[in-house]
């Protein structure tokens, strides 16, 4: 029997079971089992196949450590097995291995491809021959990966959250630090929410049979109102952010303090068949035991380099599991553990550890003795077991306090990387900052909680006193924490793999092979060879392969260094990392109203815009011939007013705006520092005090923002205010737009009263509107603004007192058409940022003889005073086919030298009209250029006036 | 020229950006104040029980909204109840005062001999109230303003970014806040509070039935 008879905490519940499937067979679990106890239990040894050489792995940490147990749950890949709850129904399947998990066809890389699979095999094997490396590609491609994603979007998709949560401290771990830091913390008054990767907090306290007093400390805190999120890894530390992952949301934790209680990792020995299933961390041994009342081996061997190793001997032990032998790589030692071993007379090899493990599918045999020896040496002790229980010592989990800032220095009596230097705002406690006990653990917590609140303003004097004193007892007990030998990079000479990166295949040999190639620091090495790289992001390898390479290059650990800690700490779904999609989508008032006119709708900048009502030609034409409405709420809007209001904008725009009557309005064209053209927009004058600017809808924020910058530079006495939302817009243009307004207001629309470019105010249909007589469309027309909350009110009017005399909605492609026949340019279409007026055919804009500096003068009137190479002009074609914008100008049919910007056929000229740069000498009427457009060579006549009413007459009618 | 063009007008019926997905949801429209305001979906008690056990969203976007700019004394981060209106300062030199609609037309004139501008954005800014317990866990949805106690208390105004896009939230009373934010966006931002609000157990609420849940 797997299951041991009830341990005392366990977390499994004897009385409910749960039944799933794994690779379509019916397994049997129990209530709090993971997939992998429960997998387990039901006799599997192997859970999945290594990443290049497909070799069997099983449960080694049981803690969501290493890679051996990632299975595919529900669809998802890369769970891992031995942390996943089981739950009724679950799905569970292999990963990596074809065509299935007990016999994997790719596992004769491992037997027969291992001369061909050095590091970077695939750039080096698979060169030659050169033509064949698309197949190589695709056979690569389909062998590297683990898991498959499912084919239908519906079934890769699941609901994520981002969730953000400010607090005053986030502990990042549950153990007996964390939760003693929590604790802390929280009775000073602190806000404070502990991440904890484990399914409950209680970490080591846990595992080792403490679950009371994890409990207990548990509900401790949460009566604080401790927020505890659990199966809940931190992920990264980003400057004051911590992203911590719970199933389908992720916290964005932003704490004015971090308490580090990761723990430590428990380090696995290099040598040949250490990935052998049953081959275990003691750690992982116990843990099955402990938690899950489950038989890890009926007889094991444990190999250890500290107490650690020797305790989980003694916890084995007292669950009914056969000790054969230890092997203990100190010579000396007495501590409690080795006591109690001698005293239930376990066999003791002081000075030995294991060389070797054997076996065909699983663990059958280890090999113990002195570290070093190769085949056949004195000492050696050959032992049948089913488990061998491994503790190569531990290393602090450092990676999240490395990416907050930490240092860390190697430490030759321990063994491994302590922590140096610790950033402003971070505290470490517990295992992580060298507290190894459990009562330390929880001593330092305390302290490193109550720390970081009294830092944050909580407590008093005395609790700060309190604190202080606790503080020098836990550095004291720091230096007394118990020996470690520390182990040879690898344990024996004898023939065999061993690995040092369980994830990416990665064996001492490897590391010895990236070496020689000159690959010799842990950064290159780490580059070349993948290791550390994988789904454990070095917690099981980054300490073998840092003795790796300080054995290979004859350096010390310590000038070896660790890599650089990057996030993501833990494995992460990437759909986790999106969240939920957030699309600002900016519509006018009256989109609905447009989409009930069966408008196809597009993005233009930020804002969803009524592309056209199915048939833009015949929108086009109505505006010449009858009426037209188009929306153009996405104009930016800005008001300008204070007693400086008009010279602000006379040093913003190359032109005047100071000598602007009230009431009436001018095109602007503003230019950059380098007289390049950035917006254009018409400005009205609203009153002596006040201008209503309006830009292009894609520049609004851009001109918001250039025109703030410079009102704070010169400190004019000019308030701005952007109301581009506040107010919607439409056009009404056409012969009979001048009816349609007259019927719905008193204001006196005639051509005297309302000329070409006022600005009145006027209610309109019971709407109070600022009209602008402005002409885009080369029409008759009004541009109507008023308050967005009436759009559809006056939407309906305009279009219920227009429909009778032939109004129709027109969208952008047909104002685009009818703009182009006016040449009026787009910016950002016509022009592009080396563009000045000179060059866009708008000299007449520029004012250089303005008294005031403006915004440009210096470049503008450089560029007056050269010679320009291109300009933008008009042309036709006469063969009807509409040239693709962007299409290469050849005025000799040889070299590019310009570039058509629009094009479009206009069915009111009846021909193919667009805008193009060309060379100057070219910029007169009748010239001829040629337009090489998609292989095909069209002859275009130039044209410098607008196509249509070139002299505006129609316009000011 | 005055800047009657900026303010809706009782002549006409005003709409908030959002009513098409109030409708949507339920909403029963009724005419207050020359707007068309949702004051109830499926009941009075259902709605208040929302916000009891929740949280309940409302569309108030008919609040009066007007800036002023110049020198107004008041403090940051911090909103003040005067005059039947919120006062919320964004800088030193520019606040938004929020009222009633009805109060609107008479706090523009009584602000513009005092300010230098003053201009009315009730149609610039859509504004939905978020009331219940779990307002602030639909809020961290979609925003990280820290909306705490200890950072918001009650009364604490926060211009930020929500939704992606910029916005401020008034924290009203205990556990009610008003969030602003630009009109044009209305739809997009009643699909982000919905989508929070729904996944948490919330769901929109009338007018009426917040009144009644905040008094």
Redesign the interface.
């Known amino acids: 029997m797997t299951r041991l008879p009830p341990q005392d905490g366990e977390r499994v519940d004897r009385e409910r079971e749960v039944t799933f499937t794994f690779d379509g067979r019916e397994v049997t679990g129990l209530e709090g089992d993971t997939i992998g106890s429960a997998l387990f239990a039901s006799g599997r040894r192997t859970f999945s196949r290594s990443f290049k050489y497909h070799r069997r792995r099983g449960l080694m940490c049981c803690a969501g450590q290493c890679p051996n147990c990632l299975v595919q749950v529900d669809g998802a890949p890369g769970v891992r097995a031995c942390t996943e709850p089981v739950q009724e129904g679950m799905e569970v399947e292999h990963m990596n291995a074809r065509p299935s998990l007990e016999f994997d066809a790719m596992r004769a890389t491992d037997l027969f491809g291992g001369p061909f699979t050095p590091p970077g095999f695939y750039y080096k094997t698979f060169i030659r021959p050169r033509r064949l490396w698309p197949l190589y590609e695709k056979i690569l491609r389909h062998a590297a990966g683990l898991g498959k994603v499912p084919k239908e979007q519906a079934e890769r998709e699941w609901r994520t959250e981002y969730r953000r949560r400010h607090a005053d401290i986030l502990v990042v771990g549950g153990g007996a630090a964390g939760l003693s830091a929590a604790i802390a913390a929280a009775e000073l008054g602190a806000d404070v929410v502990l991440a904890d990767e484990g399914p409950e907090p209680g970490g080591r306290l846990l595992a080792e049979g403490n679950h009371a007093r994890a409990r207990e400390l548990t509900a401790r805190a949460r009566d604080l109102g401790v927020e505890l999120l659990t199966s809940a890894p931190a992920l990264g530390a980003f400057d004051g952010l911590v992203p911590v992952w719970e199933r389908d949301t992720l916290h964005q934790v932003r704490a004015q303090r971090i308490v580090y209680a990761t723990g430590a990792i428990e380090q696995p020995l290099l040598f040949p068949g250490n990935d052998l299933p049953g081959v275990m961390l003691s750690g992982g041994a116990v843990r099955l035991a402990t938690l899950y009342g489950i038989s890890p081996g009926s007889r094991a061997v444990v190999a250890t380099v500290d107490d650690r190793g020797l305790e989980a001997a003694v916890a084995l032990l007292a669950r009914g599991v056969e000790v054969a032998t230890v092997a203990d790589l100190r010579e000396h030692g007495n501590s409690d553990a080795m006591k109690q071993l001698m005293r239930q007379g376990v066999h003791v090899l002081r000075g030995a550890t294991v060389l070797q493990a054997e076996g065909r599918s699983s663990l059958q045999r280890v090999t113990l003795g002195p570290p070093g020896a190769g085949e056949g040496g004195a000492g050696e002790h050959e032992l049948t077991c089913d488990l061998l229980a491994v503790s190569g010592g531990s290393a602090p989990a450092t990676s999240l306090l490395a990416q907050s800032g930490a240092r860390t220095r190697y430490d030759e009596r321990l063994g491994h990387f302590v922590l140096s230097e610790m950033p402003e705002g971070a505290h470490a406690a517990g295992e992580v900052a060298g507290s190894g006990s459990l009562f330390e653990a929880e001593r330092s917590g305390a302290v490193a909680g109550a720390g970081a609140a009294h830092e944050l303003g909580f407590g008093d004097d005395e609790s700060r006193a309190r604190v202080e004193t606790e503080r020098k007892t836990v550095l004291n007990s720091r230096d007394g924490m118990p020996e470690v030998a520390v182990p040879p990079a690898v344990t024996s000479s004898r023939r065999g793999k061993c690995f040092a990166c369980l994830c990416e295949d990665v064996t001492a040999k490897d590391i010895h092979l990236s070496v020689e190639e000159g690959y010799d620091s842990i950064e290159l090495s780490k580059r070349y060879t993948t290791t550390t790289m994988g789904p454990c992001q070095g917690r099981m390898c980054q300490l073998p392969a840092v003795r790796l390479m300080a054995e290979e290059t004859g350096t010390s650990l310590a000038d070896v260094g660790t890599t650089t800690a990057r996030p993501p700490w833990h494995a992460v779904p990437m759909g986790a990392l999106a969240g939920r999609p957030f699309e600002p989508a900016k519509r006018s008032s009256m989109h609905a109203r447009h989409r009930e006119l069966g408008a196809n709708v597009l993005w233009a900048g930020d804002w969803r815009r009524a592309y056209d009502y199915g048939d833009p030609r015949a929108e086009a034409l109505a505006v010449h011939e009858t009426a037209g409405l188009i929306d153009v709420s996405t104009l930016g809007k800005l008001i300008v007013r204070g007693p400086d209001a008009g010279e602000l904008l006379d040093r913003l725009y190359p032109n005047r705006f100071s000598n602007l009557a009230p009431g009436r309005i001018r095109y602007g064209v503003m230019a950059s520092d380098a007289g390049r053209i950035m917006d254009d927009g018409t400005i009205c004058r609203l009153d002596d005090d006040s201008f209503y600017v309006t830009t292009t809808s894609s520049g609004a924020g851009a001109v918001y923002q250039w025109f703030s910058w410079w009102l704070a530079d010169w400190r004019l006495n000019v308030h701005l205010t952007d109301v581009t939302q506040g107010l919607s817009a439409v056009n009404l243009a056409g012969p009979r737009a001048r009816e349609i307004l007259a019927s719905l207001t008193d204001l006196d629309c005639s051509a005297e009263g309302f000329a070409y470019l006022d600005g009145k105010r006027a209610d309109v249909a019971g709407v109070p509107c600022l009209l602008l007589r402005i002409g885009f469309v080369g029409e008759v027309g009004y541009e109507l603004h008023f308050p967005s909350a009436h759009g559809e009110h006056l939407w309906d009017a305009l279009m219920e007192a227009g429909g009778p005399l032939g109004l129709r909605p027109f969208g952008l492609e047909p104002q685009r058409l009818l703009r182009l026949q006016k040449m009026h340019i787009l910016v950002g279409q016509d022009t592009d940022s080396e563009s000045t007026p000179f060059g866009a055919a708008m000299p007449w804009i520029v004012k250089l003889d303005k008294e005031q500096p403006f915004i440009g003068k210096w470049a503008l009137e450089k560029a007056a005073s050269g010679e320009l190479e291109t300009t933008l002009v008009g042309f036709r074609l006469a063969d009807g086919h509409v040239p693709t914008e962007g299409a290469v100008v050849l005025p000799d049919g040889d070299g590019p030298v310009g570039q058509v910007t629009s094009a479009r056929f206009s069915p009111q000229l009846g021909g193919v009209i667009g805008m193009a740069w060309v060379p100057v000498s070219l910029a007169k009427d009748g010239a001829s250029v040629t337009i090489s457009d998609e292989g095909r060579r069209l002859q275009a006549e130039v044209v410098t006036k607008p196509f249509y009413d070139p002299d505006g007459e129609v316009l000011r009618s | 020229?005055?800047?009657?063009?900026?303010?809706?007008?009782p002549?006409?019926?005003?709409?908030?950006?959002m009513e098409?997905q109030a409708l949507a949801a339920g909403a029963r429209l009724e005419q207050r104040d020359g707007?068309n305001v949702a004051v109830a979906y499926d009941g009075e008690p259902p709605e208040r029980g929302r916000c009891a056990a929740t949280a309940g969203f409302a569309d108030r976007?008919h609040l009066g909204k007007v800036?002023l700019?110049?020198s107004h004394g008041l403090p940051l981060g911090q909103a003040t109840r005067r005059d039947d209106a919120w006062w919320c300062p964004f800088t030193p030199e520019k606040a938004l005062v929020l009222c009633e609609p009805a109060d609107t037309a008479t706090l523009l004139e009584r602000l513009e001999g005092t300010f230098?501008?003053v201009?009315?954005?009730?149609?610039?800014?859509a504004a939905l109230t978020i009331s219940g317990p779990l307002a602030r866990?639909v809020f961290?949805?979609?925003?990280?303003i820290?909306l705490?106690d200890?950072?918001t208390p009650v009364e604490g105004f926060r211009p930020g970014s929500v939704?992606?896009?910029p916005g401020a939230i008034l924290r009203e009373a205990g556990e009610s806040w008003l969030m602003l934010f630009?009109?044009?966006?209305?739809?997009?931002m009643w699909t982000?509070v919905a989508?929070a609000a729904e996944?948490l157990g919330g769901g929109p609420v009338g007018v009426d039935a917040l009144a009644v849940a905040n008094a």
């Open positions: 020229m005055s800047y009657e063009f900026l303010t809706p007008a002549t006409a019926l005003a709409r908030s950006p098409r707007w976007s800036e700019q110049g230098p501008t201009v009315d954005l009730t149609s610039a800014l866990e961290a949805r979609f925003t990280a820290d705490r200890s950072a939704g992606r896009t630009g009109a044009a966006l209305g739809s997009y982000v989508d996944s």
